[in-house]
């Protein structure tokens, strides 16, 4: 049995976490003792995640700049610990983990797999670059979960393309009902019959919430349901005051039952600025829900457009209301969007094949 050592330096819960806890279930449990690595507090679903699946947990101390490099030689000690054949660092972004993997070749680890889960430019300065090629440099091999990402990545950061094999993320279907819980949804709207439009994403100026709360005064007759917290919670909260939008717009903060969240609704909207490869949009299709997104790479992988939801400009609030109208005023187009997308899980975007990649991929790297 080989051990995997997953790390991540990230602080919050999202698609990327659960994607972590999606692999980490579907390795083999015979072939692969899989280790997680991270800075998240007690209480995070990612903590949870891990402790239901029984694996081993070891708490990544948190610094930057020199004080961080400064824990390179701990973290080096904690990977050699493992005694690991693959360290697979999961990055939010390209300088994500980049401690962590100098550590993983100090502390000798036969193969280094990074996840780039989304694409950001980096500062542009002499710092940022040579900070890029180093932690580049460590990396045997880099998973982009969408081709956008892939592309990006080596034609932004100079990675060659050999290095980089694109594995889309993935959802295990079995977490998602088809029937709703008739209490939840009229919960959500507030007991009132209309159509609820649910939003899933970090409160993050990335995802687009400014825009969703213009296009939801633009649609009055639905409410819109948002999951999620963040930086931005106090400021969408005012926001959506400002707009007379208070009775119409429920903020749920984060929740951990998104699967019964997609199965009370009517929709899911991500009005997203940039993605990696939506997790969120993926999870609404396992839901046999339509999806109405931005068309911005990554999402159009998932998404397409006039097939399994409809896809608008990024940061257009008109168009958005004009799209989730659409989906409101033509039930019969709406589910025949939901019952696509399922389809399209089940044949492209289903957890197992995510997992069977991944560890070929593990396979390769080794020999």
């Known amino acids: 049995m080989r051990t995997v050592v997953h790390i991540s330096d990230s602080e919050e819960f999202g698609g990327t976490e659960q994607t972590i806890l999606e692999l980490i279930a579907g390795l083999d449990g015979a072939r692969w003792r899989c280790v997680l690595m991270h800075r998240q507090p007690s209480a995070s679903p990612l903590v949870a995640g891990a402790e239901r699946l029984a694996v081993p947990q070891v708490t990544l101390a948190s610094a930057r700049g020199v004080r961080g490099l400064g824990l390179v030689p701990r973290i080096a000690q904690g990977i050699r610990a493992q005694r690991p054949a693959v360290v ?44 890029h090629r180093i932690v580049a440099s460590t990396v045997n091999q880099y998973i982009a979960v969408s081709r956008h990402v892939a592309a990006s990545v080596h034609e932004r950061l100079h990675v060659p393309r050999e290095k980089i094999t694109v594995i889309h993320n993935a959802v295990a279907l079995g977490r998602f009902p088809l029937v709703s819980e008739r209490r939840l949804r009229t919960e959500l709207a507030g007991g009132r019959d209309v159509p609820v439009v649910l939003t899933v994403a970090r409160l993050d100026p990335q995802k687009g919430h400014t825009c969703l709360l213009e296009a939801a005064a633009l649609v009055p007759t639905a409410v819109f349901v948002i999951a999620g917290d963040g930086p931005e919670n106090g400021a969408l909260q005012a926001r959506a005051r400002a707009l007379g939008l208070h009775d119409r717009v429920r903020f749920l903060g984060s929740r951990d039952d998104v699967p019964d969240l997609l199965a009370a609704c009517d929709m899911l909207v991500l009005p997203s600025l940039y993605e990696g490869l939506p997790l969120a949009a993926l999870e609404a299709m396992a839901a046999a829900r339509p999806v109405v997104a931005t068309a911005i790479g ?51 975007f289903a957890a197992p094949a995510m997992v069977r990649q991944v560890a070929a991929l593990y396979d390769a790297v080794l020999f």
């Open 88 to 131: 697979h660092a999961h990055l939010t972004f390209p300088l994500a983990c980049k401690f962590s993997l100098v550590a993983a070749v100090l502390a000798r680890a036969p193969a280094v797999v990074a996840t780039a889960q989304l694409f950001m430019e980096l500062p542009s300065t002499r710092s940022a670059r040579a900070q």
């Open 298 to 348: 990554g999402t159009d992988e998932a998404v397409l457009h006039g097939v399994t939801g409809l896809l608008v400009p990024a940061g257009d609030p008109a168009a958005l209301a004009m799209a989730v109208r659409a989906l409101i005023d033509n039930p019969e187009l709406a589910r025949g969007f939901g019952e696509r997308g399922r389809a399209r899980v089940e044949a492209d």
